[in-house]
């Protein structure tokens, strides 16, 4: 079971305890306290937009993040759970190593993008979402584009560059998905999305936990992406401390007033009991996302992904955190030169939140070595 978590590909690593996990940027010098007060998205990215297009079920709404104005574009692709957000520190990295453009989108259900079907986040679906948003964006003649994406990020990815809906795709890169472990993995999901707290106190509060946790190792990355994870509420908290949904008090005193009927002591006694219940609402926060609701996709986003991945004909980059995670496919093509695969350790599944730079760096050196852009003026690499 244990070994699973680790291999958990829909989601970040699983909480291991209590404490701080190897290699996390957590630590810090004696007497040094720790800051979760949340970043802004414009500290890292120039602009934030909402761009529309057009579906059946009417008009859908899909979130991007861009930076720059030359150069290929960096279509960057987030996990499960996750939102365009997770890309913010490696953006303002890769920015300063080669000339690039970036987009990065919120995919459908996830972020602040707003779809009518909120339902539907199938492979084909959020793959055509990914054609169309670039549509949009650039019309019948889009430039040369990379996609880059994360876990079920890099799956989409994948069935995007298979379906062709992407015909300026220059090149590939998935990070830390591999089929096989993928596929292990979820059979230890629901038992790791139980496990997470339902609501935090505040954003700082969750903030902290992702790095605590060992969700996200990095802390600038966490103070910038977790605010893409979850989302404030509120709710209706009583005198006796208990913390309940609007439902739940409604059922409570339909229950009540039931009971006084019964009892035949009629209205005042039921304002005598709701003038003894202190009654306010407090603001929580809670995941934007119920992952546990979108268990029958699973299988869709990872099965025969490794086939998928060696058929695409454009220049290929497999970045993992360990080499363990690579299935008998991908071990076979690796051997036959089908695509570069890089190693990341001590990192855990957020790589490119947890070792921004090193993704960079792996990205970039894919891309100058293809020819797709270069390096800029000063950089050394």
């Known amino acids: ?188 999901m629901q038992n790791f999305l139980r496990s997470r707290p339902k609501t935090f106190k505040s954003l700082e509060n969750a903030i902290e936990w992702s790095v605590k946790s060992g969700q996200i190792r990095n802390i600038e990355s966490a103070r910038v992406s977790m605010g893409g994870q979850v989302m404030k509420m509120e709710e209706t908290v009583i005198s006796t401390g208990v913390s309940t949904s609007i439902e739940g008090i409604i059922e409570e005193e339909e229950e009540e007033e039931e009971e006084e009927e019964r009892e035949g002591e009629g209205s005042n006694n039921k304002r005598l009991k709701e003038d003894d219940k202190e009654v306010k609402k407090e603001s929580v926060f809670t995941w934007r996302v119920d992952l546990s609701k979108t268990e029958k996709y699973w299988d869709g986003w990872f099965r025969g992904l490794s086939a998928l991945f060696l058929s695409c004909s454009v220049p290929k980059l497999l970045l993992l955190a360990g080499v363990d995670r690579l299935d008998k496919d991908l071990t076979i093509g690796q051997m036959q030169g089908k695509f570069q695969m890089q190693v990341l350790p001590q990192c855990g599944h957020a790589v490119h939140e947890d070792v921004p730079e090193k993704v960079a760096d792996a990205i970039a050196s894919f891309m100058v070595r293809h020819k797709f852009t270069e390096f800029k003026e000063g950089y050394l690499c």
């Not at 104005?69 to 692709?77: A, R």
């Not at 009518?116 to 793959?127: Q, V």
Request: contains cysteine; glycine residues 12%.
């Open 1 to 188: 079971m244990e070994k699973q978590l680790h291999l958990n590909l829909l989601t970040s690593r699983p909480p291991m305890g209590g404490g701080l996990q190897s290699g996390s940027k957590m630590r810090m010098g004696p007497g040094r306290k720790k800051d979760f007060t949340p970043l802004c998205w414009s500290q890292y990215f120039e602009t934030m937009e909402d761009v529309e297009v057009e579906t059946e079920n009417g008009k859908d709404q899909f979130r991007i993040y861009c930076s720059g104005s030359h150069g290929p574009v960096l279509l960057l692709l987030h996990g499960g759970g996750h939102s365009a957000l997770s890309w913010a520190v490696f953006t303002s990295v890769i920015f300063s190593r080669i000339t690039c453009r970036v987009v990065a989108m919120d995919l459908r259900s996830h972020g602040d993008t707003k779809v009518k079907d909120d339902d539907d986040i199938s492979a084909d679906t959020m793959a055509k979402d990914i054609g169309k948003v670039v549509e949009a964006l650039y019309g019948e003649n889009p430039p040369p584009i990379m996609v880059v994406g994360h876990s079920m990020g890099g799956a989409i990815g994948v069935h995007t560059a298979a379906a062709n809906h992407l015909p300026s795709l220059l090149g590939l890169c998935v990070i830390d998905v591999v089929e096989g472990t993928a596929m292990d993995a979820l059979n230890s």
